[in-house]
């Protein structure tokens, strides 16, 4: 696998990451999605319509794998178990790169999910334990936004998703029951802002629409002609 999102709850990899994911897979890219938990409950929600709407949304997308690590919803903890879990995940996939939640946000679920991806990346190379497959270390991780703070954040590059935007839309839609049920229809709604954010994105870089990423390692850069 080329790439495998790492997500605390279905939606989360689409409104932080969907256009990239979708511009991936349309280059040729094999792109997963994991979801820690099911992200139920919710007020408008339930199990069974949430697993209906991620299928949906994987659709929207052109993601073919994807799973549901199982853990517990509003309780996500960094145990050794979780850890365990989600290396095994990691060692099936064998990702070149790993994308977990920005480090810093409001919600504890992602906060824990970033502090779970980034020891499970360790757990997933280490000969010599009980975990499933052989070991594996992803190359990179890599951060997207999908925050609960009104944060003015300075992203490390922005990708360009201006062709992409509509299919991100479209899997947003589908997780109905968490933000459009119960939401107030008069603009600009909640769809309108996600709108106005990606055009913000987009607006920094020349585009119509962006989507941001943060990196803590450096990259590595072959030839100038990789900036635009």
């Not at 139920?40 to 659709?59: I, M, Y």
Request: a negative charge; hydrophobic letters at 40%.
């Amino acid at each position: 696998m080329d790439m495998l999102v790492i997500a605390p709850h279905p939606d989360d990899a689409e409104l932080g990451m969907g256009g990239t994911i979708a511009k991936m897979i349309s280059a040729g890219w094999e792109v997963g999605i994991l979801d820690l938990t099911s992200g139920e409950p919710t007020p408008h929600g339930s199990e069974a319509l949430r697993a209906e709407e991620t299928a949906a949304a994987s659709k929207a997308l052109g993601v073919s794998w994807r799973q549901n690590a199982g853990l517990p919803n509003r309780s996500l903890q960094h145990t050794l178990e979780a850890r365990a879990i989600v290396a095994g995940y990691i060692r099936q996939t064998r990702p070149r790169w790993l994308f977990a939640p920005y480090w810093k946000d409001a919600h504890p679920d992602h906060v824990v999910a970033t502090e779970l991806v980034e020891a499970a990346r360790f757990w997933a190379k280490l000969s010599k334990t009980d975990l499933p497959g052989e070991p594996f270390h992803p190359e990179r991780i890599y951060y997207y936004y999908c925050i609960h703070l009104r944060l003015a954040v300075q992203p490390s590059w922005i990708v360009d998703i201006s062709e992409q935007w509509d299919r991100k839309l479209e899997a947003i839609r589908c997780f109905e029951s968490q933000f459009i049920t119960g939401r107030p229809s008069e603009p600009p709604t909640l769809l309108d802002r996600f709108r106005d954010d990606a055009a913000y994105w987009g607006r920094l870089i020349n585009r119509r629409y962006g989507e941001p990423f943060a990196t803590r390692e450096p990259l590595a850069v072959t030839s100038l002609r990789d900036f635009f």
